[in-house]
């Protein structure tokens, strides 16, 4: 006889409501189904009720962790509407901080799943690297979280601590060769846990449209930044992190790679830094027309529509996150797994239900 058990929408492995419901015989999930929308925050019709220089500010908070890689998207969008070509060295600023923001995002995520799996020392030492890149953050922008880098045209401000930055980021990549990466590669606690737990594979990645570390983590090699370059991506060399088992563990180990090459990428580009301004001058409408524009974020791609009708306002602006792309891929994740191990697998998606809900 089975039964069906309700995780959240408030749960103590949950940082934000949502809500999966399972049916289960035993201890052993036979299937899932989940209810997104339990936050409603109207970003979106919002949005084409502010202008645009306002709408920086709001789309900039459509996520925390991610909030530059949102400005940024949607000050792209703009341009292109618009036919901005920015300098070149407010794209290299823009990559910079988009790969800090990546290892943030990420170790942010390690932080929180090996304290879902009872390593609370690891969890220290894992936030302890957090804070390190998150001082940076604040020294290059003034603030921790939000950091209203980007502007219409260009970036608000510079880089003004090259080497404090190149000494972080060393920093932070020794800091996870001793810590993050034994521990997701070597740790048998952590094998045992992680290892052939809510598997996706690479066809049921494909079906459900996963993106980011999630694909990549069930061999999907795609990275908008290597596939369709945009800023100064395309003149930088990476690597992009794949793996085949489609578990949590090789969820686990992409990232840990990915904040190895974020570190790479941000040297890489403060080398490359060419002198030049940092934006075009104001920039308050553009004619009408529309874009769509995919970017990176650390959990995958964003998606925005913008529609201009030649005003400061926009006629319409689409978001869609990269969550809202993966968190459908909890159901076959969790399907014929432990009940146990349900928080775990929606842990190792990394999502961000209230982005998900604009």
Same mark, same amino acid.
């Given at each position: ?128 690297? /957090? ?11 003034? @603030? ?11 970036? @608000? ?200 809900? /604009?």
């Amino acid at each position: 006889m089975s039964y069906r058990i309700a995780v959240g929408p408030y749960h103590l492995a949950l940082e934000e409501p949502y809500k999966i419901e399972v049916e289960c015989e035993g201890e052993t999930v036979l299937g899932a189904s989940l209810k997104v929308g339990f936050n409603f925050r109207g970003i979106e019709w919002l949005a084409e009720r502010k202008n645009i220089t306002q709408c920086i500010a709001l789309l900039e908070r459509v996520c925390g962790i991610c909030s530059h890689t949102h400005s940024m998207t949607f000050c792209s969008a703009v341009e292109r509407i618009g036919g901005i070509e920015i300098p070149a060295r407010a794209q290299h600023v823009r990559v910079v901080i988009a790969e800090l923001e990546r290892i943030h995002s990420h170790l942010l995520w390690a932080g929180v799943a090996a304290e879902l799996m009872g390593f609370q020392t690891v969890f220290m030492q894992v936030f302890r690297l /957090r804070e390190r890149v998150m001082d940076l953050l604040e020294s290059s922008s003034g @603030n921790r979280v939000n950091y209203s880098m980007n502007r219409v045209g260009g970036v @608000n401000r510079d880089l003004d601590r090259p080497d404090e930055i190149r000494a972080g980021v060393r920093a932070i990549r020794e800091g996870v060769a001793a810590t993050v990466i034994p521990l997701f590669t070597t740790d048998r606690t952590v094998a045992a846990r992680c290892r052939g737990v809510g598997t996706l594979s690479r066809a049921d990645a494909l079906a459900y449209g996963a993106v980011g570390p999630v694909a990549r983590a069930s061999g999907v090699n795609v990275d908008l930044r290597r596939d369709q370059p945009y800023l100064c991506y395309g003149q930088l060399g990476f690597e992009v992190p794949v793996r085949e088992e489609g578990d949590v563990l090789a969820r686990a180990v992409v990232r840990a790679l990915e904040i190895v090459e974020s570190c790479n990428l941000v040297e890489q580009t403060l080398d490359r830094m060419p002198p030049g301004p940092l934006h075009v001058g104001d920039v308050f409408f553009v004619p009408a027309g529309e874009a769509v524009l995919r970017v990176e974020a650390p959990r995958g791609e964003v998606f925005y529509y913008l529609e201009s009708n030649g005003t400061d306002r926009l006629a319409r602006v689409k978001v869609r996150t990269p969550s809202f792309a993966n968190i459908p891929t909890a159901v076959p994740m969790v399907k014929g797994g432990s009940l146990a191990d349900v928080p775990l697998v929606q842990a190792a998606i990394d999502p961000c239900y209230s982005c998900t809900d /604009r």
